[in-house]
T-cell receptor, first 118, second 116 residues
């Protein structure tokens, strides 16, 4: 069973269109993330949700809107797609640690969605 | 914010040799340093991580060292094999009391090629 699954795997669309990418994790994690990997392979965080609450929003254009209906799902909707949005988008999840002496937990990535804008 | 520099950008070795990839970070508060391996067209996969309370961690052929004073950490792969060929990413993150949300800042990646 895939732990973090994204759909679709490939997305080819025209400039100006609106599209969504879905992500689901079955690991029981509390925290989910969206990353963008550009053509030079650079990985950059876009958003993070903890238990349906937005906690990281990294200077991303407001054409990008994440939505988390529950802690196992984090979707990404993109309005008015531009050429520069072409990239691979990765969803990831981790178990949020709480309490004193809190520690970061490993993040598990999905297989990615390759978005190509024509 | 945190900035992570990774070197070299490409590394070519012969099978059986060792490979070393180095990263430096800017935020002295960072305390979690994972390494990810990404094969062509695949997802990044965690291969090893280290926390700031230890200086070295080893898992079979892979080891990571951390120098907090100098703010750098390194990945060491011994007895390299062709299947080690991939892009390797270092990352740094900070957590403190309360809930940690794990914002990872990644290095630029190193393309490792192991020649048979």
């Amino acid at each position: 069973d895939t732990a973090v699954s994204q759909t679709p795997k490939y997305l080819v669309t025209q400039m100006g269109n609106d599209k969504s990418i879905k992500c689901e994790q079955n690991l029981g994690h509390d925290t989910m993330y969206w990353y963008k990997q550009d053509s030079k392979k650079f990985l950059k965080i876009m958003f993070s949700y903890n238990n349906k609450e937005l906690i990281i929003n990294e200077t991303v254009p407001n054409r990008f809107s994440p939505k988390s209906p529950d802690k196992a799902h984090l979707n990404l909707h993109i309005n008015s797609l531009e050429l520069g949005d072409s990239a691979v988008y990765f969803c990831a999840s981790s178990q949020a640690a709480r309490g004193g002496g809190v520690r970061n937990q490993p993040q598990h990535f999905g297989d990615g969605t390759r978005l190509s804008i024509l | 914010g945190e900035n992570v520099e990774q070197h070299p950008s490409t590394l070519s070795v012969q099978e059986g040799d060792s490979a070393v990839i180095k990263c430096t970070y800017s935020d002295s508060a960072s305390n979690y340093f994972p390494w990810y391996k990404q094969e062509l067209g695949k997802r990044p996969q965690l291969i090893i991580d280290i926390r700031s309370n230890v200086g070295e961690k080893k898992d079979q052929r892979i080891a990571v060292t951390l120098n907090k004073t100098a703010k750098h950490f390194s990945l060491h792969i011994t007895e390299t094999q062709p299947e080690d060929s991939a892009v390797y990413f270092c990352a740094a993150s900070f957590s403190a009391g309360g809930t940690s949300y794990g914002k990872l800042t990644f290095g630029q990646g190193t393309i490792l090629t192991v020649h048979p």
